[in-house]
């Protein structure tokens, strides 16, 4: 029933308790770190002590720009030696956001990630496919070393081939995939394409989902196209990656492991917190990373506490799945994207005008990234070959800054309409 039944089911009030020992724990650690070693709310901890959990709430927030600012050894708490991993954010612009991991920090994180995977009924006997993207992305080898730790056979397909993502299912006996939402629409039309219905063909009876926004029918839409229960997965790199929060059988709400994160929900104007059951900004602050503890992290997701007691006996609260973000971050095909990074490739290039917009649409069953450039006039003549040329280097550009190919679509000057006031700068007509 449960993977680490002592604190999967611990006293709120014990729980409380260790979080209070584990904070004090990660304050001595996070003040080896330049960044953390400046801030006196936490000496002022160190030298008094702790008595409430809430007390959390007098030290200063962590945002994502303080992470780029210090870039890139300003938060590591540790020896670099120490250090066996990082994962990074896209984007060549700007300092990407970096998170170091030394070795119990990897063995924490497998561990959560084997527990939020029990906790969705997956056990060792199941093959599980990891249809995700490898490399700097967390939900490829945060999934793994979970999958491997719970025992099942893992098959690390990673992101992209349709046709094979299909055959390896076949082949191997897939019981398990984890993949993003809005990918499993482009999959099921590439199993009819086949002949096949995983419903049929396939011996999934779960899947994974998570990493982007998704209501509540595309989860029952997805269950019902394969056949399987679907489960909701948050996390976000700077609290490690997957692992952060996740749903149990009951499929009413992700429990956030409170053992290893203090969680806030604050409201973003005035930063203070929100009355229980409010939607609000997300905060984070890490009890179990050594490397690079984070401490009161704007998450910017927006999310709620979902009241009441899960029927599955597990104490950690429940997160609503998130209903959006304070600030302009969108996903698509798994890959965050912030405007101001299309914006900081489109502004150096010489041939492009003031004005530029990003739709977001759905494609045969695909999302894609549409993004409307306005040229200047002088450039913006007959010259066919040369605008051709132009839509491809932009094409090449944005796809190295956001990991995601756009589709480039060149306009004259004054072409795009303008909003009044503030530009509307993105779209959204995706499907779901
Ligand atoms: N997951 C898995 N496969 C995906 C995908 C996703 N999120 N988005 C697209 N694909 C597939 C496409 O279906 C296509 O394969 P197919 O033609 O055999 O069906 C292939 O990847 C390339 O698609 P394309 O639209 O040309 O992608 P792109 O060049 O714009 O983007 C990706 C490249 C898909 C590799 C990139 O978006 C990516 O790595 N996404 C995954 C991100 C991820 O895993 N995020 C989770 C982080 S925890
Ligand atoms: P990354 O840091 O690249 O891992 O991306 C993390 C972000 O992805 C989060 O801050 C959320 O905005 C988004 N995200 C992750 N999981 C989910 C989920 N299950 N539902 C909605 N958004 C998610
Ligand atoms: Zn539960």
């Known amino acids: 029933m449960y993977w680490e039944k002592e604190l999967e089911i611990l006293e709120r009030k014990n729980l409380q308790k260790l979080q209070v020992e584990r ?42 720009e303080d992470l780029r600012q210090d870039f890139p050894w300003g938060f590591l708490s540790t020896d670099k030696r120490d250090v066996v991993r990082l ?6 612009t700007g300092n990407p ?14 561990n959560l990630m084997a527990r939020s995977l029990f906790a969705a009924g997956v056990r060792d006997t199941d093959v599980f496919q990891n249809i995700c993207g490898y490399g700097l992305f967390t939900g490829g080898l945060g999934f793994q070393y979970g999958v491997e730790k719970l025992g099942c056979l893992s098959i690390p397909a990673g992101a ?18 984890h993949a993003i939402p809005s990918y499993l629409g482009r ?16 011996k999934l009876h779960t899947l994974v989902i998570g990493a982007e926004p998704h209501t509540e029918e595309h989860r029952r839409r997805i269950e019902e196209m394969f056949g399987v229960k679907a489960y909701n997965s948050f996390g976000l790199s700077e609290m490690n990656g997957p692992g952060v929060a996740f749903e149990c059988t009951e499929q009413n709400g992700l429990h ?24 609000g900004e997300l905060v984070m602050t890490t009890l179990d990373r050594q490397a690079m503890p984070v401490i009161r992290y704007r998450t910017r997701d927006l999310t ?77 003549r007959g010259d066919l070959a040369f605008l051709d040329r132009l ?27 303008k909003a009044e006031g503030k530009a509307v700068r993105v779209i959204d007509q995706r499907k779901n």
């Open 23 to 64: 904070l004090m724990k990660t304050m001595r650690q996070a003040a080896n770190a330049p960044y953390y070693g400046r801030v006196p709310e936490i000496r002022a901890f160190l030298d008094s002590g702790m008595t409430s959990i809430e007390q959390i709430r007098e030290l200063p927030f962590t945002s994502k």
């Open 87 to 92: 994962h990074s954010s896209s984007g060549t």
């Open 97 to 110: 956001t970096v998170v170091y991991h030394n070795r119990h920090d990897l063995d924490s994180w497998a």
């Open 160 to 177: 992209g081939n349709s046709p094979r993502q299909i055959k390896l299912m076949r082949d191997f006996g897939t019981t398990v995939a």
């Open 187 to 202: 999959l099921l039309d590439v199993f009819r394409e086949e002949g096949f219905d995983p419903r049929r063909d396939t």
């Open 256 to 279: 956030v492991w409170e053992d290893a994160y203090v969680v806030e929900i604050i409201d973003p104007q005035t930063l203070q917190p929100v009355a229980d059951g409010e939607i």
């Open 304 to 380: 709620r506490f979902l009241p009441g007691e899960c029927r599955c006996g597990r104490t950690h609260r429940r997160l609503d799945r998130i209903s959006g973000r304070s600030d302009d971050m969108f996903i698509v095909k798994g890959c965050n994207v912030f405007p101001m990074q299309i914006e900081g490739v489109l502004m150096k290039l010489p041939e492009v005008g003031d004005d530029y917009r990003i739709l977001l649409d759905t494609i045969d069953d695909q999302d894609e990234m549409i993004v409307e450039v306005e040229v200047k006039k002088e450039w913006f």
């Open 391 to 417: 839509q491809r280097h932009i094409t090449r550009l944005i796809r190295d800054e956001v990991l995601v190919r756009p589709l480039i679509k060149l306009v004259e000057p004054g072409s795009i309409p």
